[in-house]
């Protein structure tokens, strides 16, 4: 079976930094997304490891331990518009599929 | 503007009622997908496809049934809808397995 564990909430301030972890058990492994959605819209996509280490991209930033089943993303300098919640997905490689397994998210509210 | 469609919008249903959501996508990709989301469950796969011609189920795919005849469309039909089929549908697409996916704005279905 698959299992992405994600903290359900997390509060921060802004211009602060904020570490949102994902851990995951799955059948195989086939490289890990994140996931940004505002409240009442699309997910849209924000980074992409398969490879351990950091991948940055401006102010985000995201980490994968494939040994440990372990991922991180790192929000810099918040800002109010950050305030959305942020998925976690994995692409389990399971007889060719595509399939995208997700975690239940985190809703990160970004204080003044 | 290319991207991926989904129709209706919105939708209440009479529960016992037969519904098919509606997913076009001109990006050409491989890989489609139908999630429902509902609150504190995140995403949840319910069946995909890797190419034209071929669908596979995904975490919660009872109750629902697709269909890809093209690469471009991807509809999911609810065959007698119940009130537990009241979610949000998001419908994406992939180029591949190291490729993110993109998503429809999704279907806001009610089954009463």
């Known amino acids: 079976g698959q299992n992405i564990d994600q903290p359900t909430e997390m509060t921060a301030t802004e211009g602060a930094i904020v570490q949102i972890n994902c851990t995951y058990q799955t059948s195989g492994f086939n490289g890990l997304f994140w996931y940004q959605q505002h409240a009442g819209e699309a997910p849209t996509f924000l980074s992409y490891?398969?490879?351990?280490g950091l991948e940055e991209k401006g102010r985000f930033s995201s980490f994968l331990s494939r040994s440990k089943g372990y991922s991180y993303l790192l929000l810099k300098e918040l800002q109010m518009k950050d305030s959305a919640s942020y998925l976690c997905a994995v692409r389990p490689r399971m007889d060719s599929s595509y399939k995208l397994i997700f975690g239940s998210g985190t809703r990160l509210l970004v204080r003044p | 503007i290319a991207g991926i469609t989904q129709a209706p919008t919105s939708q209440i249903l009479a529960a016992g009622r037969r519904m098919t959501l509606r997913c076009t996508q001109d990006?050409?990709?491989?890989?489609m997908y139908w999630y429902r989301q509902d609150l504190g469950l995140g995403l949840r796969l319910i069946h995909y496809s890797n190419t034209a011609g071929t669908t596979g189920k995904g975490e919660v795919p009872d109750g629902y049934s697709v269909s890809r005849a093209n690469t471009d469309d991807f509809p999911l039909t609810l065959a007698s809808a119940v009130p537990s089929q009241t979610s949000v549908y998001f419908c994406a697409s992939s180029d591949g397995s190291n490729t993110e996916a993109f998503f429809g704005q999704g279907t806001r279905l009610t089954v009463v």
């Open positions: 990006m050409r990709h491989n890989a």
């Open positions: 490891n398969v490879l351990d």
